[in-house]
């Protein structure tokens, strides 16, 4: 299996990040088509629609803005699976609450799927949206409202 990124240009789909064949796990691909939103050499884009051809899987994508990593934000190795936990607010930054590691994607997936999550030694919140964040290594999770 594959996954491709492509976004519309001018009536045409560029391809604009590719994993190679076997240069990602099938969990990998379907926890990067649970997220709303993808973060990629430095420019946001939105999910519009997952694809697949045969053995290839394509996501098609909007760009949204240009997102330059804030040097404050940790990179992560590439050979684990992070996730940070970040409260959203609107027009604002979104400070973290809490990151873990998870052992596989199968365990990420089970966080990126939820519309309520519990965060641990922080509550139980609302799920806003998820990312996945290329340049720094990780998933993101946007929280809502802490519910009581």
Partial sequence: MSLAYYVEDQNEFKS???YSRFAIDPEEIIAHQLCEFHLIEGHLYELRSNEMDGEYDQLIVDH???SPRDPADRVYPPH???LEFR????GGSHPVIKTVTVPNHIQAMR?????KLSVPDH????????EVDLDRNCYVIYLGEEII
């Fill in 123 to 130: 509550g139980v919140f609302e799920r806003d949206s998820c």
């Fill in 64 to 66: 949204v803005e240009a």
């Fill in 111 to 115: 966080f990126l799927v939820k519309d």
């Fill in 80 to 82: 684990q699976i992070h």
């Fill in 16 to 18: 604009i990040y590719q």
């Fill in 87 to 90: 409260r959203f607010q609107a």
